[in-house]
């Protein structure tokens, strides 16, 4: 389940209505959920933290996204907008689309990350996250020995249970692969389907666990697109999980039928091979 809506100002209805879909994912028989620091104004890992059982299901959170001011002033602030947003919709998403757009600024230092992980595990009630990546990171840090270093002494301590990026998974990011406390890599779709090239064509990705993203682009969020998407993605024989993005119980209701549809295409052609 991809959580990056879940307590956006623009998502609809309410708290409630993210933690009914958080409860229908697991009903559903989903267990790996994909959010970050910054989604939400930190209101998506808030709503994990309280909703999400302890045992039996993982997270994966992100850093190296650093806002302008404290996540609980913006949250505040999303209070205050969101009866504004909901009478003025189409201007509000073209606005935050743009602000998307400039991003926050980015750090990955190890002091930074280590402020970032304490909030994470905040958020989300728990001691450790099962995965931490970081969130689009420049390729140049993968030659940061400090920046193994303070990986390394998370995982040592338990805070951190699998490491990795999310990134283009363009080839100039195979120099990630040089360190094996790499485990986990997020990638967009473009770079599975229809065949891997680029980062994936190196043979030490292999050892990676894959986590796909971008399902489906901008704008072509129609049933048929997501169908056609998840089916695409579930044939990919390097793609290890799909995460789709769903804020409402019905979005996760309809994404498994859709998801289950797919698996059931690839075991037809399978058992015909």
Same mark, same amino acid.
Request: proline share 6%.
């Given at each position: 389940?991809?959580?990056?809506?879940?307590?956006?100002?623009?998502?609809?209805?309410?708290?409630?209505? @993210?933690?009914?879909?958080?409860?229908?994912?697991?009903?559903?028989?989903?267990?790996?959920?994909?959010?970050?620091?910054?989604?939400?104004?930190?209101?998506?890992?808030?709503?994990?933290?309280?909703?999400?059982?302890?045992?039996?299901?993982?997270?994966?959170?992100?850093?190296?996204?650093?806002?302008?001011?404290?996540?609980?002033?913006?949250?505040?602030?999303?209070?205050?907008?969101?009866?504004?947003?909901?009478?003025?919709?189409?201007?509000?998403?073209?606005?935050?689309?743009?602000?998307?757009?400039?991003?926050?600024?980015?750090?990955?230092?190890?002091?930074?990350?280590?402020?970032?992980?304490?909030?994470?595990?905040?958020?989300?009630?728990?001691?450790?996250?099962?995965?931490?990546?970081?969130?689009?990171?420049?390729?140049?840090?993968?030659?940061?020995?400090?920046?193994?270093?303070?990986?390394?002494?998370?995982?040592?301590?338990?805070?951190? @249970?699998?490491?990795?990026? /999310?990134?283009?998974?363009?080839?100039?990011?195979?120099?990630?692969?040089?360190?094996?406390?790499?485990?986990?890599?997020?990638?967009?779709?473009?770079?599975?389907?229809?065949?891997?090239?680029?980062?994936?064509?190196?043979?030490?990705?292999?050892?990676?666990?894959?986590?796909?993203?971008?399902?489906?682009?901008?704008? #072509? #969020?129609?049933?048929?697109?997501?169908?056609?998407?998840?089916?695409?993605?579930?044939?990919?024989? /390097? @793609?290890?999980? @799909?995460?789709?993005?769903?804020?409402?119980?019905?979005?996760?209701?309809?994404?498994?039928?859709?998801?289950?549809?797919?698996?059931?295409?690839?075991?037809?052609?399978?058992?015909?091979?």
């Amino acid at each position: 389940m991809g959580c990056s809506r879940l307590g956006s100002l623009l998502a609809r209805g309410n708290g409630l209505n @993210a933690r009914a879909a958080v409860a229908a994912a697991l009903d559903e028989g989903i267990t790996l959920f994909d959010t970050a620091n910054i989604y939400g104004q930190g209101s998506s890992e808030m709503i994990l933290g309280s909703t999400l059982p302890r045992d039996g299901v993982e997270i994966c959170t992100k850093g190296g996204f650093v806002p302008p001011v404290p996540l609980w002033v913006l949250r505040t602030m999303k209070q205050a907008l969101r009866p504004i947003a909901r009478r003025n919709v189409g201007g509000m998403r073209q606005r935050a689309s743009s602000l998307r757009a400039k991003s926050y600024p980015q750090r990955f230092d190890p002091a930074s990350l280590a402020r970032s992980l304490n909030g994470s595990l905040t958020r989300l009630r728990r001691e450790r996250t099962d995965i931490f990546l970081l969130h689009n990171p420049p390729v140049t840090f993968a030659a940061s020995q400090e920046l193994w270093r303070w990986v390394e002494a998370e995982i040592q301590r338990g805070r951190i @249970a699998a490491f990795g990026i /999310s990134c283009a998974g363009c080839a100039a990011d195979v120099a990630w692969l040089d360190n094996t406390l790499l485990s986990v890599v997020q990638l967009p779709a473009s770079s599975i389907v229809p065949t891997p090239g680029g980062f994936l064509a190196d043979a030490r990705t292999g050892r990676l666990r894959i986590m796909v993203r971008e399902i489906v682009g901008p704008g #072509h #969020h129609t049933p048929d697109a997501i169908a056609a998407g998840l089916a695409a993605v579930v044939s990919a024989p /390097s @793609a290890d999980v @799909a995460v789709l993005g769903m804020s409402s119980p019905a979005h996760v209701r309809e994404a498994n039928i859709m998801f289950q549809a797919a698996l059931g295409k690839l075991s037809s052609r399978e058992g015909a091979g």
